[in-house]
Nanobody, 125 residues
Framework: QVQLVESGGGLVQAGGSLRLSCAAS????????MNWFRQAPGKERVFVAG????????YYADSVKGRFTISRDNAKNTVYLQMNSLKPEDTAVYYC??????????????????WGQGTQVTVSS
């Protein structure tokens, strides 16, 4: 069992930055692929970024590539999402997710993953 708690969301002007954190409980964090997803009002939840267990490999949605950076600290059981050059279209609730053991870098079975409660990010123009 994995419990996830996101933090770091807020209101920021376009062009600004935010750093999201996701703290995980449990002893299996280091064994799990971690992802960030987001859901804008009236839209489906979509993939944002993923990171392997070691943290050596990352993968991003095209919409955030070059602006967002995912990282992890396995000693602290925490995954981060550094968001720079924010745009109004980045406004959404951001969720971290822990994959089931054996998943690829992008969670393909979200119903089987563990999810946090989400943190709101609002970017004003």
């Amino acid at each position: 069992q994995v419990q996830l708690v996101e933090s770091g969301g807020g209101l920021v002007q376009a062009g600004g930055s935010l750093r999201l954190s996701c703290a995980a409980s449990g002893r299996t964090f280091v064994s799990r692929i971690m992802n960030w997803f987001r859901q804008a009002p009236g839209k489906e939840r979509v993939f944002v970024a993923g990171i392997t267990r070691s943290g050596l490999t990352t993968y991003y949605a095209d919409s955030v590539k070059g602006r967002f950076t995912i990282s992890r600290d396995n000693a602290k059981n925490t995954v981060y999402l550094q968001m720079n050059s924010l745009k109004p279209e980045d406004t959404a609730v951001y969720y971290c997710a822990a994959a089931q053991i054996g998943e690829g870098i992008v969670i393909s079975r979200p119903d089987n993953a563990y999810w946090g409660q989400g943190t709101q990010v609002t970017v004003s123009s």
